[in-house]
Nanobody, 123 residues
Framework: VQLQASGGGLVQAGGSLRLSCADS????????RGWFRQAPGKEREFVAA????????TYADSVKGRFTISRDNAKSTVSLQMNSLKPEDTAVYYC?????????????????WGQGTLVTVSS
């Protein structure tokens, strides 16, 4: 599995960004996929996850109602639409593929990781 994240950048508070993650080997379609983030000086944390068939999603409380995760198995991509961004959303965002088909918030459940894309939200 090779994951490539894109879409990060600099945005003002209140703005939006859309992250995308492509699986170049197209082996993630039967697996749950997720997004995590790591802010400067902090540990990596869970953001959002989606089941293999998109029937189930889960979000961190800090992003609920502002972020939306989706996937397109035909393209082997997973996306994260981020609205109403806040300075505290500033972080490197990582996409990941789980070893299971159902959603999980636990990093240990994710076997494959992308390289990360930086999101900076200015106040």
């Amino acid at each position: 599995v090779q994951l490539q994240a894109s879409g990060g950048g600099l945005v003002q508070a209140g703005g939006s960004l859309r992250l995308s993650c492509a699986d170049s080997k197209r082996t993630s379609n039967n697996n749950a996929r997720g997004w995590f983030r790591q802010a400067p000086g902090k540990e990596r944390e869970f953001v959002a996850a989606i089941s293999w068939n998109s029937m189930s999603t889960t979000y961190a409380d800090s992003v609920k109602g502002r972020f939306t995760i989706s996937r397109d198995n035909a393209k082997s991509t997973v996306s994260l639409q981020m609205n109403s961004l806040k300075p505290e959303d500033t972080a490197v965002y990582y996409c990941a593929t789980a070893l299971r088909s159902t959603v999980s918030t636990a990093q240990r459940e994710y076997r494959y990781w992308g390289q990360g894309t930086l999101v900076t939200v200015s106040s």
